[in-house]
Nanobody, 131 residues
Framework: QVQLAESGGGSVQAGGSLRLSCTIS???????????VAWFRQIQNGDREGIAG????????YYGDAVNGRFTITKDDARNAVYLQLDRLEPEDSAVYYC?????????????????????WGQGTQVTVSS
């Protein structure tokens, strides 16, 4: 069973950058073919908002409406890791960020709108942006 662990969060001023990492264990990313790994953040009402997703074989990427061109998702098969580059951060981006994975198929345009379909989740990493 896949296990996920996030890191790289911290505190920055508005306009700054962070790179979040999602380390995958339990199997190699190279063998985790045609699946989906995604980033979500928890908003104030407790719901999780889809940020970005990447398919493990095709590397096709999808982004949520809130990203607005500021974030980039990538992966490194050799390191069993998926990354989220956060640029031009704003105070409203402050949240706990989670990575998640589904094993039934690769990412689709609707994946980021349905966090309930992801069975595997990390513990989260805090991002705080000050004005």
């Amino acid at each position: 069973q896949v296990q996920l662990a996030e890191s790289g969060g911290g505190s920055v001023q508005a306009g700054g950058s962070l790179r979040l990492s999602c380390t995958i264990s339990g199997l190699t990313l190279r063998s985790f073919k045609d699946k989906c790994v995604a980033w979500f953040r928890q908003i104030q009402n407790g719901d999780r908002e889809g940020i970005a997703g990447i398919s493990t074989t095709t590397t096709t990427t999808y982004y949520g409406d809130a990203v607005n061109g500021r974030f980039t998702i990538t992966k490194d098969d050799a390191r069993n890791a998926v990354y989220l580059q956060l640029d031009r951060l704003e105070p409203e981006d402050s949240a706990v960020y989670y990575c998640a994975a589904r094993q039934d198929r690769r990412c689709t345009p609707g994946s980021l709108k349905t966090p309930s379909i992801f069975p595997f989740w990390g513990q989260g990493t805090q991002v705080t942006v000050s004005s």
